[in-house]
């Protein structure tokens, strides 16, 4: 069995689905403009990838092959089900404001591409770790861009505000253009660090 | 009047890919060429329009009749993903040159969160039927439009030079991103 420390290093930093696999990206951009809905979305999106991947590797042996790909998406929508229902009881103002992104998290390319690349072909311990890097991967990095484009946008973290009254906020950044810029340009950073190296 | 308003609300107003980010996926997958990006528009019309007809027809005589409403998701998703599979074998019979030009982009608009998101949302505003249909009509339209033009432009920058660091998948979210403002222009005209 692989090591758990290495398969969750290996989701966050390695192979972090957003800024190396580019995945999962209607949510990325779609909830971050504030910190705490881009955080909100990757643990639910965390939540739903740790639990299917450990069903797909119970199940792994039982599902015929062919038939493989609409039993994981059974898999993944009962769960992603299941944390709807979660949200709307315990945190409805994160329910309302992720809106129609919580029944999308079954279209989430990552969960599907993890249940088909890891959790197919290992153990279930083993491909819990593997959610649980892959997970906070996402929620990191959702997190950050959420980070920017608040602090940018409307001058708030994590909703305090943080930057003088006085100054200007750009309110394209809360916008749908915003995500594509942030995005953009955080991926730009990352590669210029990796030209370097 | 109405129904004329939905669709064009649809295509230019409410893009799904431009404003709502539905489908950034193979927005941004299958954009690399013009040809090839038609051809995702096209099997995307076709596909949206069908899947929010027969999502409807489940919701209203299935889900509903039997109180089952809360597994809506589970139920859309497989309707989506059988019928992809139905149209794709379909084509391939009756049609044999359709399914050339739309074959190889079938497959993977099972995971095009437009589609099942036009569904879900058909659902969420209460539409009826011919409502649904024009819905997911205007909004694949918009799709189809928006993924042609960012591909053109993706053609003409290709041989620039960008900066290194923005090479590749940066440059690709700029030039979206300046495409997302220019669409913020019609935000506004149409108020459903």
Known sequence: MANPIKLIKNGIINENPTFVQVIGMCPTLAVTSSAINGIGMGLAATAVLVFSNIFVSLLRKIIPDTVRIPCFIVVIATFVTIIEFVLKAYVPTLYKSLGLFIPLIVVNCLILARAEAFASKNGPVAAAFDGIGMGLGFTIALGILGLVREFIGAGTLFDITVLPEAFPRTLLFVMAPGAFFTLACLMAILNHFRNKA | ?192
């Open chain 2, 1 to 192: 009047m109405n129904l004329i308003l939905l669709v064009l609300a649809g295509i230019f107003v409410n893009n799904y890919v431009l404003s709502q980010f539905l489908g950034i996926c193979p927005f941004l997958g299958v954009s690399k060429k013009v040809d090839t990006a038609a051809g995702m528009g096209m099997a995307v019309i076709f596909v949206m329009s069908l899947a929010a007809a027969v999502a409807w027809l489940v919701y209203n005589f299935i889900l509903v009749p039997l109180n089952i409403i809360y597994l809506y998701n589970i139920a859309f998703i497989l309707v989506i993903a059988s019928l992809v599979q139905f149209v794709e074998m379909f084509l391939k019979k009756a049609a044999p040159a359709l399914y050339q030009a739309l074959g190889v982009f079938l497959p993977l608009i099972t995971t095009n969160c437009a589609v099942l998101g036009v569904a879900v949302l058909n659902m969420q505003k209460g539409y009826n039927f011919i409502e649904s249909v024009l819905n997911a009509l205007g909004g694949a339209a918009g799709f189809a439009l928006a993924i042609v033009l960012f591909a053109g432009i993706r053609e003409r920058i290709a041989d620039n030079d960008t900066p290194k660091a923005f090479e590749g998948f940066p440059m690709a979210l700029i030039t979206a991103g300046l495409m997302s403002i220019a669409f913020l222009g019609f935000s506004g005209l149409i108020k459903l």
